[in-house]
């Protein structure tokens, strides 16, 4: 099975940034879908912003214009740049690998204070 592992998270303070990492145990280079989940404390995950190999980019709109997704597929990495965070971004992010066929990571916690 294809594994995922998140890491980056930690403690930071309103307004500062984190860049999150998920390193594959295979291939990205040609997987159509990837894509970031969080969790924030007591609600559901829901969805953070994916990439695509046409390539395009899609974010929710609660994170556009401050987070960034970018791969390095020689690394079979996957990235999330996130700028300005704010308390109400705290949550487990999750990463995702394909669509119908998905692969998740076990999540890193972020947590944002002020």
């Known amino acids: 099975q294809v594994q995922l592992v998140e890491s980056g998270g930690g403690l930071v303070q309103s307004g500062g940034s984190l860049t999150l990492s998920c390193a594959t145990s295979e291939s990205i280079a040609g997987v159509y879908y990837m894509a970031w989940f969080r969790q924030p404390p007591g609600k559901e995950r829901e969805f953070v912003g994916s990439?695509?190999?046409?390539?395009?980019?899609y974010y929710a709109e609660s994170v556009r214009g401050r987070f960034t997704i970018s791969r390095d597929n020689a690394k079979n990495t996957m990235y999330l740049q996130m700028n300005s965070l704010k308390p109400g971004n705290t949550a487990v992010y999750y990463c995702?690998?394909?669509?119908?066929?998905?692969?998740w990571g076990q999540g890193t916690q972020v947590t944002v204070s002020s």
């Open positions: 995702r690998r394909g669509v119908s066929q998905a692969y």
């Open positions: 990439s695509t190999n046409n390539p395009s980019v």
